[in-house]
């Protein structure tokens, strides 16, 4: 075996500690704190950017920023909230979860896992560093062609988000990779595929999408990558190329992504709900299969962002019903949800607010989303606010609300303290009311003619009340999450010690101490049913016998445990990477360097030995 | 009625409620009768589609309260109540789901088989007797002209009421979206194609437009209007458009006059009878139009002066130069350009 166990959970109960440490760590657990404490960073910039923009756009004629900076405010706020904020917010729950959730000690490829965050943070900072150097990307989050063409883009502010998305890609289909072979290999004996959680379900869903969509934006990136820095002419249709090429190609890309968005947060509220309703998911296989189905439909139906390009008669029918279709298991999954708190009993935490919130949000956001599926509605919405408002109820009032939800529900389990509840609630409600104060008129605003993307507007189109309220609504929403930083700060101080099942839940994590150990399970547990944790505490609820829990580990469990040693060249290959790809911006001397500096350390990466415990030399 | 006090979230909900009731009402005052709104047609375009965006908002408004109503009732009534039991452990009931799958399924016909119609009504060729107008999206304004009528114009369509207009889209830069709110959905403009949008006006007025793709810095600028005539108004809109530029009659304006056809103007303006320019607008009229830049400014002597002695400072990233007009000379300029109605 490569693997040699360098941590010896008998003598060492508690994990090493300095920043060396986390700069080398593997440990699934610390992957997704480092995932999710960049990306709450990233979420507060790509915030701070929405709330200048709010304020620019709080009084017609405003003048408090330009027209370029406001195009690059919101090219960066869209860019920052998809690819820094709520993916590695999703990443963060997939890492620090889905091993415990599955009863395995790590992901499948530890090194690789490092690898994928170190790399997401290098094309993370390599975007930010646009501003720094005053070219931020400026040609929206979608970059469609031929505004990003050198002729019309000459700067190098579209470089910047040309060569970062490429490595945010990549990091992407690492993880992607990375957690389906974690999935499909790495369950706990008797852990069937239908008795596997359901927010594990969701992710591996997403897994699936990012590997199949990500291949089309690198290859769209790429195209106008060679158009830009060598002159070809994919997308110039003076030369016979195609500017709708670009479109074709980053919607097949752009559509999944939703999904990507959303489902991790689907899967969250599935666990929350059962939790705190003590009732088993309503219909878990539906919900399972529903996640599969928009996984499915979700790639046949990227032109419903393009219904304005003139496709003709037959392609803008095709997509329309094709959309229409995913409305049904999407209504579906919110109509089990509501079962599963019919007749429960439900307490209020924080965590279940926020999942109630992602309903009652979602369900807004999926009923604007089935107008826009009619393309003749559509012609008048599409690029209006309405669709501004449409897809911040889903991506805000759907994924940020479940994402939050999810954050309150295990944070417990992966700090060992507890959030205060009462602050916890005040978030919710601040939240709330801010974000629909912010987004709701945006329908309105839409619906009588605002286009998207304006830096300003004219005093006379009954544009301005409105757009004022939202201003004051966005900064509602900022307040909510310094009280939500406010409740971090506090607890973490002096925050009440979590047990190791402070909820009553009813999966496999809540079964192990509040943080987990460095290896999770002492003895990997054996499965009997989905909610195996409640099957051993309170039986089926059918007069069954309760499941049998598993034996406490010995010594000898322990020390046969091997679990992988700390290694520095996934930090040094995602710095070598993003020294090759800022290169690109400077000098082909630097390319060069870093290019073979990569290769190098690929190969060390590879390579790597690790030293054999002392042990398992014994045996 | 202590157990109604329990609730914790009581309180909250009636918050929530009213907030969202207060939000939709507020916004139903506001009016709907705006200068770009999309919800009161005037074309039969616009009617066609509004007919299925009322049908869909209609379904949409009734399941939003439905399944609103039912989680906050689910909610309500099925809060934790001190020394309860564990609930029954239900897993699912499959009639029920499949009621539901259905019901969605057939709410979807409904919407879905007008939206069909629509989509191929909307799209039909033009009859033969429709009048084209050709639309050239640039950054950061708009072209029309009339090829049937030999007319040019920039930022301001005159059309007649009553009659089908065949508006071909194309453009030699960016990617632009052509949209009057009140006539109808939009239609992008793209380089390398020509898109074309048929509708027929039914009420004459002034109609505002204005690029809905983003397309570079001045995005946000690139407006324009649309004027809806009786058909009397259009012909002798046309007439004027037709005849040749209108000679300067006052000293300053002739001056102006003089020094547009001395100065790099000529390059991108086209004056009929004096230049050929053809990157900016065609000026051979431009007294006869309210506004310029991109339909952004009222066109005034002050405005023009402005204008002409720093663009850049009016509309951001425009690409007309600064060509150091100062003084008498952006005033005579202003004045000769007023002049041409």
């Known amino acids: 075996m490569a693997t040699h166990a360098a941590f010896m959970p008998g003598e060492a109960a508690a994990a090493p500690s300095g920043l060396w440490s986390w700069i080398t760590t593997v440990d699934h657990k610390r992957i997704g704190i480092l995932y999710g404490t960049s990306a709450f960073i990233f979420f507060l910039v790509g915030g701070i950017e929405a709330l200048i923009m709010r304020l620019q756009l709080a009084a017609p004629d405003n003048t408090l920023v330009g027209a370029q900076r406001f195009n690059e405010l919101f090219t960066m706020h869209g860019t920052t909230m998809v690819f820094l904020a709520i993916m590695p917010m999703s990443a963060a729950f997939f890492n620090y979860m889905i091993p415990l959730l599955i009863g395995a000690r790590d992901v499948a490829f530890p090194r690789l896992n490092a690898l994928s965050y170190w790399v997401f943070l290098a094309g993370a900072l390599l975007l930010n560093a646009s501003f720094v150097v005053g070219a931020a990307p400026d040609g929206g989050w979608f970059g469609y062609a031929t505004l990003t063409s050198k002729q019309f883009s000459p700067g190098q502010s579209i470089d910047f988000w040309v060569l970062g998305l490429q490595i945010l890609g990549l990091s992407s289909l690492m993880a992607g990779f990375n957690f389906i072979v974690t999935i499909v290999n790495m369950r706990a004996p008797g852990m069937t595929l239908m008795r596997m959680p359901v927010f594990v379900w969701m992710s591996l869903v997403v897994q699936f999408l990012v590997v199949l969509a990500f291949p089309a934006i690198t290859v769209a990136l790429i195209l106008l990558m060679f158009d830009r820095f060598f002159g070809t002419l994919f997308y110039a249709p003076a030369a016979g190329g195609d500017p709708l090429l670009w479109q074709h190609l980053f919607w097949i890309f752009g559509h999944p992504e939703v999904y990507i968005l959303i489902l991790p947060a689907m899967g969250i509220v599935s666990e929350v709900l059962p939790t705190f309703a003590r009732k088993p998911l309503f219909g878990a296989p539906v919900v399972i299969y529903s996640g599969i189905m928009i996984g499915f439909f979700g790639f046949g139906v990227w032109s419903h962002h393009m219904f304005a390009v003139g496709m003709g008669p037959v392609a803008d029918s095709a997509f329309s019903i094709a959309t229409m279709l995913i409305a049904i298991p999407t209504g579906v999954k919110i109509f089990n949800w509501i079962g599963t708190l019919w007749s429960g009993s439900i307490r209020f935490t924080a965590a279940l607010y926020f999942s109630l919130g992602f309903i009652a949000m979602f369900i807004m956001g999926g009923l604007s989303g089935v107008m826009h599926a009619s393309p003749p509605v559509d012609l008048q919405q599409t690029d209006t606010y309405f669709v501004v408002a449409h897809l911040h109820y889903v991506l805000f009032g759907g994924s940020i609300f479940g994402l939050f939800s999810g954050a309150y529900y295990w944070w417990p389990k992966i700090t060992g303290r507890m959030l205060d509840e009462r602050l916890g609630t005040l978030h919710f409600w601040l939240m709330l009311i801010g974000f629909n104060v912010t987004f709701f008129p945006m329908h ?43 409740n971090v700060w506090k607890t973490m101080r002096a925050g009440a010690v979590a047990s190791p099942d402070p909820w009553d839940g009813r999966t496999l994590e809540w079964a192990i101490a509040s943080p987990p150990p460095v290896h999770n399970f002492g003895v990997i547990p054996t499965v009997h049913g989905r909610d195996e944790l409640w099957l051993q505490k309170h039986g089926d609820g059918h007069g069954g016998t309760p499941a049998p829990r598993p034996p406490a580990p010995t010594r000898q469990d322990l020390a046969s445990i091997h679990m992988p040693p700390p290694s520095y060249w996934p930090i040094l290959l995602a710095a070598s990477m993003l020294f090759m790809m800022s290169g690109a911006l400077i000098s082909i001397y630097q390319v060069v360097l870093g290019g073979l500096l990569t290769l190098y350390c690929m190969f060390r990466f590879a390579l790597e030995y690790h030293r054999p415990h002392p042990q398992e030399s014994l045996r | 009625m202590s157990e109604r006090r329990q609730s914790p979230f009581r309180f909250e909900t009636a918050v929530l409620l009213l907030a969202v009731l207060t939000l939709t009402a507020a916004c139903g005052w506001s009016g709907w009768d705006t200068k770009m709104t999309t919800v009161i047609p005037k074309s039969d375009f616009g009617k066609l589609t509004h007919g299925v965006f009322m049908l869909i908002s209609w379904w949409t408004l009734w399941i939003f309260i439905l399944v609103e109503a039912a989680l906050l009732f689910a909610v309500w009534r099925f809060r ?29 016909l409904i919407i879905g088989i007008p939206t069909i119609r629509v989509i191929f009504k909307t799209q039909e060729a033009p009859a033969a007797t429709a009048l084209r107008v050709d639309v050239t999206g640039r950054q950061w304004w708009w072209e029309f002209k009339y090829p049937a009528l030999n007319v040019a114009t920039a930022n301001e369509a005159h059309i007649p009421v009553g009659q089908t207009i065949a508006f071909h889209l194309n453009g030699p830069d960016v990617i632009h979206s052509f949209w009057v709110p009140q006539l109808g959905g939009k239609r992008d403009v793209i380089p390398g194609r020509v898109n074309r949008l048929v509708l027929t006006p039914d009420t004459p007025g002034e109609y505002i437009g204005q690029c809905a793709e983003y397309c570079g810095t001045s995005h946000a600028n690139m407006r324009f209007r649309v004027i809806v005539h009786s058909k009397e108004d259009f012909e002798r809109w046309v007439a004027g458009q037709q005849a040749p530029a209108a000679e300067p009659k006052e000293p300053l304006a002739q001056k102006g006059k003089e020094l547009f056809g001395q100065s790099a103007c000529v390059g991108c303006h086209t004056i009929a009878g004096i230049s050929a320019g053809v990157l900016g607008p065609n000026l051979t009229h431009f007294g006869s139009r309210k506004t310029f830049a991109g339909g952004m400014m009222p066109s005034t002597a002050e405005n023009l002066v402005t204008w002409i002695e720093n663009p850049g400072g009016m509309k951001a990233g425009v690409l007309m130069p600064n060509l150091g007009m100062k003084g008498e000379q952006s005033q005579a300029l202003a004045a000769y350009l007023l002049s041409l109605k």
């Open chain 1, 444 to 486: 309105y605003l839409g619906l009588i003619g605002m286009p998207r993307r304006i830096y300003t507007y004219a005093p006379d189109l009954g544009w301005n009340f409105w757009n004022l309220v939202s201003t004051v609504g966005a900064f509602l929403i900022a307040v909510s999450f310094l009280v939500f930083i406010a």
């Open chain 2, 80 to 108: 934790e109540r001190p020394g309860a039991p564990i609930p029954k452990q239900i897993h699912g009931h499959t009639a029920l789901e499949i009621s539901w799958t259905v019901a969605f399924a057939v709410i979807l």
